[in-house]
């Protein structure tokens, strides 16, 4: 969380999109972040609550997921290196990590129910980050061109 805000906050945003402040291309501005990470957090947390009703989940995840979608969809090429396990050192394209994050998280929530780890609560907030970049700039940018 800490290190993908400054990051997805400096993304730039073209400036014919809504989202944009000035003349020139800026960055998603902090009044833009909020409903963003609360958007997060709400579609990580109902997608899990939508297919288990009786489970409870906790944390962060949905919110750092949906964050990870948006600025995999903004810097697909970007490398991003991780430990897997705390051990293996991995670097991944951004848009590789988030494909492998969608198979996991449908897989887990599909066949791991009883799994201690949200496969649904990361799901959801993957695809509201895809989502939320597609509605925020691929649309609007769309939208300006046919003008």
Known sequence: FLSLSPALMSTKVPSSSWASRSKHSVGLSKPLLWPFLVGGALSGNLLFLLVRPNGSCLGLSGVVCSMLGAYACASPEKVMRLRFYGVLPVSLKMKRLVQALLVVSLAGGLFQPSSPICHLG??????????????????????????
């Open 122 to 147: 990361h799901l959801g907030g993957l695809l509201f980050g895809i989502l939320y970049y597609q509605s925020l700039f691929v649309k609007r940018r769309t939208r300006n061109a046919l003008n």
